[in-house]
């Protein structure tokens, strides 16, 4: 059995992450192998990768937590809770496009959405464990809002998921489609601009 030094193991971890990402890419989800992504990560054993991931799902979706850096604002939603909505909504805008832009970022996209398309399993469990997290803290943060005055009475689930596919439809024109108009966009622009728009129907106005 193969030794495994601990000092190693989040490098190991991540060259294995790394190599995954790279035959997903290349092969898609379900046609890649362990041998594929073992020998993409250096020729380690196959049998290494059950060390750190219980299986290929596990694999994907430690990936997703890697990639989503946006997640993160899940996980500690208290910092913003408190934040005026402008600002609130520019960060969380500013994460996801700046997630996006990450090196790699755009061939894993193109992953998940392939996979979503072709298995709808995936597609759950994507859902799951990224979309339904972050809309479900913006929705919590839309009715804080409300409970505080700063937005009239509105359905916070519905407005999250708006909220957010304002950046999705950007990232499909842009990473996928690559749209001229779509690329000419700056993440500055796109955010002041969407969170103008989103806004304009809720604020209250001062004195109203």
């Given at each position: 059995m193969e030794q495994h030094d601990t000092s190693e193991q989040p490098e190991r971890r991540r060259q294995i992450l790394e190599a995954a990402l790279k035959v997903f890419s290349t092969k898609g989800f379900h046609k890649a192998t362990n041998k594929d992504i073992a020998e993409a990560a250096g020729g380690i054993s196959p049998g290494l990768i059950y060390w750190y991931f219980k299986d290929k799902q596990d694999l994907l979706m430690s990936l997703i937590q890697q990639r989503m850096s946006i997640i993160q604002l899940a996980e500690h939603p208290?910092?913003?809770?408190?934040?005026?909505?402008?600002?609130?909504?520019?960060?969380?805008?500013?994460?996801?496009?700046?997630?996006?832009?990450?090196?790699?970022?755009?061939?894993?996209?193109?992953?998940?959405?392939?996979?979503?398309?072709?298995?709808?399993?995936?597609?759950?469990?994507?859902?799951?464990?990224?979309?339904?997290?972050?809309?479900?803290?913006?929705?919590?943060?839309?009715?804080?809002?409300?409970?505080?005055?700063?937005?009239?009475?509105?359905?916070?689930?519905?407005?999250?998921?708006?909220?957010?596919?304002?950046?999705?439809?950007?990232?499909?024109?842009?990473?996928?489609?690559r749209q001229p108009e779509a690329l000419a966009t700056s993440d500055d622009q796109l955010i002041a601009t969407s969170v103008d728009i989103f806004l304009q129907g809720m604020e209250i106005e001062p004195g109203g």
């Amino acid at each position: 059995m193969e030794q495994h030094d601990t000092s190693e193991q989040p490098e190991r971890r991540r060259q294995i992450l790394e190599a995954a990402l790279k035959v997903f890419s290349t092969k898609g989800f379900h046609k890649a192998t362990n041998k594929d992504i073992a020998e993409a990560a250096g020729g380690i054993s196959p049998g290494l990768i059950y060390w750190y991931f219980k299986d290929k799902q596990d694999l994907l979706m430690s990936l997703i937590q890697q990639r989503m850096s946006i997640i993160q604002l899940a996980e500690h939603p208290e910092q913003l809770m408190e934040l005026p909505p402008r600002e609130a909504l520019a960060k969380i805008g500013g994460v996801y496009l700046s997630m996006m832009r990450a090196p790699g970022n755009a061939a894993f996209i193109r992953v998940v959405i392939g996979e979503v398309l072709r298995f709808p399993q995936i597609g759950e469990l994507f859902y799951k464990r990224a979309i339904s997290r972050v809309a479900g803290v913006i929705s919590q943060y839309l009715q804080r809002q409300i409970e505080l005055g700063r937005l009239r009475p509105h359905d916070p689930m519905i407005a999250a998921r708006s909220f957010i596919g304002m950046f999705v439809v950007h990232i499909v024109a842009r990473e996928l489609l690559r749209q001229p108009e779509a690329l000419a966009t700056s993440d500055d622009q796109l955010i002041a601009t969407s969170v103008d728009i989103f806004l304009q129907g809720m604020e209250i106005e001062p004195g109203g």
